[in-house]
């Protein structure tokens, strides 16, 4: 398996028997070669020394009555720390004892700079422990065999796999190995140790390169956007979430985020309105607006292109919506401008995030909602207001505590605030903040939207007229034609098929650009001979957003997995879940099916990270996938409408394919 992933073995690759004064000389040689790396696999027998606790590794001529005759792994290691020039070294160490090698690593924690190290361990035992019938090096070729067959879930934005993400795929295997399959009887567990304490991160750790790694600069980027660039979207306060912004302002759901343009289309209207108000332009220039519809009327698609435009940083890396000259847009309003998804977020989280991103300090230095309202209050002008962009306050963690905490006294700055003025000694007002908040219209948030209301600042995407909702979906179904089929398009389909969904879907249950978006996904990749028939393309167009998913899920083998590794993802917080947790929860979701399949015995052994994989990928057009802090692929579904559907559908289809 080392040489499979391009490792070039040394000598005549396996060295058997080999004598103490042989194997030191070839680790001589080791540390006087060039700068590279190298892994050294060494399977032997380990001995404990009895005082010092120092770990000896047999040679072919050792006494083990002395230790003294076997190779000292600490010298070892020493060996390669102390060479200027050598290479960086993993050893693979299936030995009794292992850990002690591990022991002496961290143990020079405070003589070695962790950015200089050159010599890594990954040991198949605890100090303490015994090893057993090379099941450590067995476990360790079954991962690189999955690393070689690009099943090992490591993101395809790194170039080599992270050590940490190795040593816990070894662990995995070696607690998973069947003793009945092992030679010798069976024998207690036994635990990986390695040189963690300062690896994660470490540039010299480019032992294994990621078969998944995305050659092509543009790819890769691709890759890394699923949030946003890795070290750009680091940058940001996590509940920002970029990636929500940029992938609703892109309109092309399950599409990697680059910066190619948008399929952004229709609502120009309602854009340029809020553009206009955003700026402090036209008849309405108090400071509250509300953009409200059904789950996929694009209310985050209206808020994504306007953090793009007026967030400094994304807008000099994104420029993802494909706009004419119609567009007045507004400049970026730099310091004076803060995003937050509130997906999952408790007030706290929200408030601190707004306290960051606009750069505020209190008097009291407290991120708290009274701190963050004070410091508003204090530097921000009718002139310069601050602007917040709030989204998804119904899939906020508690959304009457976020309402009544944080948005209804920010509401009231968006109307007037009392002021000092320092050279008149007298107060007067003005509106510090302009807020715009997203949110379904649930009848919890009617306090903000009768504030929203005094000033016409209600902007219900339901209710546009049903002419221009036809030609804007047409104009979007259009564009998703185009990007099928780019030779042959055909505006008389794309009005047929937009009249269709504006007719049979309920726009107070579900958005018919969202529907549109995954039928035409359901057309391109699971029935594309639909592109070459007109009519039975219209004619199947169906009526919500659970009817979509059920055509597409109808269309694929029968996969007992299918379902619950769909809902487990629904499930999903923040960045989402890696593939080996998908399959953990997508057991106990089968677990408790009246129905499920007898083969899987009482209780289903949760599926092989690579078959979830082999899933998700399948379903990937509804997927946001992003690398998490363990730089493993996170999976989570690109839209909260298709998340609520699988939670009450987790089991089986609704009643009807029209559920």
């Not at 790194?158 to 009945?180: K, N, S, T």
């Not at 140790?193 to 010299?204: D, E, K, N, V």
Request: proline share 8%; hydrophobic share 40%.
């Amino acid at each position: 398996m080392l040489r499979a992933l391009g490792h070039r073995l040394r000598g005549d690759g396996l060295q058997l028997d080999i004598r103490v004064a042989d194997m030191q000389r070839s680790l001589y040689e080791l540390a006087d070669a060039h700068a590279g790396t190298v892994v050294i696999h060494i399977i032997s027998h380990g001995i404990l020394g009895r005082t010092s606790r120092s770990l000896y590794v047999a040679a072919a001529d050792t006494d083990p009555t002395r230790p003294t005759t076997a190779l000292d792994i600490e010298h070892v290691l020493r060996l390669i720390e102390d060479s200027e020039t050598g290479p960086h070294v993993l050893i693979l160490l299936d030995v009794c004892h292992a850990g002690a090698a591990t022991r002496h690593w961290v143990a020079w924690a405070d003589e070695v700079n962790s950015s200089e190290r050159r010599a890594w361990v990954i040991g198949g035992a605890a100090i303490n422990e015994w090893a057993y019938y090379g099941r450590f090096s067995t476990a360790t070729a079954k991962v690189l065999r999955r690393l070689h067959q690009e099943r090992l879930p490591v993101h395809p934005s790194d170039e080599f796999v992270p050590l940490p993400v190795l040593v816990q795929e070894i662990e995995r295997e070696l607690a998973a190995l069947d003793p009945e399959t092992m030679p010798g009887p069976p024998q207690p567990a036994q635990q990986v140790s390695a040189t963690l304490s300062h690896i994660t991160g470490s540039p010299q750790t480019e032992f294994f390169r990621n078969p998944r790694y995305e050659e092509d600069e543009a790819r890769r980027r691709a890759a890394l956007l699923d949030i946003g660039v890795r070290d750009f979207v680091a940058s940001f306060d996590s509940v920002l979430d970029p990636g929500h912004y940029i992938g609703r302002a892109l309109a092309h759901p399950g599409a990697p985020l680059t910066s190619a343009p948008s399929l952004f289309s229709g609502r120009r209207q309602q854009l340029q309105d809020l553009a206009d108000w955003l700026c402090g332009q036209g008849p309405r220039t108090d400071g509250l607006r509300m953009v409200i519809g059904s789950p996929g009327a694009g209310k985050s698609t209206l808020l994504g292109v306007m953090v793009c435009l007026l967030h400094p940083e994304i807008r000099t890396r994104i420029r993802p919506v494909a706009l004419d000259d119609t567009l007045d847009t507004p400049a970026s309003c730099g310091d004076r401008f803060a995003a937050v998804h509130a997906r999952g977020q408790s007030v706290a989280q929200v408030v601190q995030s707004i306290h960051k991103q606009l750069g505020l300090t209190s008097r009291t230095g407290s991120a708290s909602v009274e701190g963050v309202l004070e410091a508003i209050r204090d530097r921000f002008t009718a002139q310069e207001p601050a602007i917040v962009i709030v989204d998804a306050l119904d899939e906020a963690a508690h959304p009457p505590e976020l309402l009544t905490f944080l948005l209804l006294p920010l509401g009231q700055l968006t109307a007037s605030a009392t002021k000092a003025d320092a050279t008149a000694g007298e107060t007067s007002t003005a509106k510090v903040c302009r807020l715009i908040v997203g949110t379904r219209p649930l009848e919890d948030f009617e306090p903000l939207f009768e504030t929203a209301r005094r000033h016409d600042g209600v902007l219900d995407l339901d209710a546009v007229p049903e002419s221009e909702l036809r030609a804007d979906v047409a104009e979007y179904v259009g564009k998703l034609l185009q990007e099928a089929r780019p030779t042959r398009p055909s505006p008389e389909l794309a009005r047929a098929v937009a009249d269709a969904v504006v007719e049979r879907v309920r726009r107070d249950e579900a958005g018919p650009f969202l529907v549109a978006a995954l039928y035409m996904a359901y057309v391109t990749t699971a029935s594309p001979h639909l592109l070459d028939d007109p009519d039975g393309m219209v004619a199947e167009v169906p009526t919500s957003l659970g009817a979509v998913l059920e055509m597409h899920l109808a269309q694929l083998p029968s996969d007992t997995w299918l379902r619950p590794v769909l809902a487990a993802v629904a499930a999903a917080k923040d960045t989402g879940t890696p593939a080996r947790l998908v399959g953990q929860i997508a057991a106990s979701i089968l677990t408790q099916w009246p129905g499920r399949p007898d083969t899987l015995g009482p209780v289903p052994v949760p599926p092989e990270p690579w078959r979830v994989e082999e899933i998700l990928d399948t379903m990937r057009f509804y997927l946001r996938r992003s690398p998490g802090p363990d730089s493993r692929t996170h999976y989570r579904l690109f839209h909260q409408g298709l998340a609520d559907y699988l939670r009450a559908h987790a089991q089986e289809p609704g009643r009807s394919a029209d559920d």
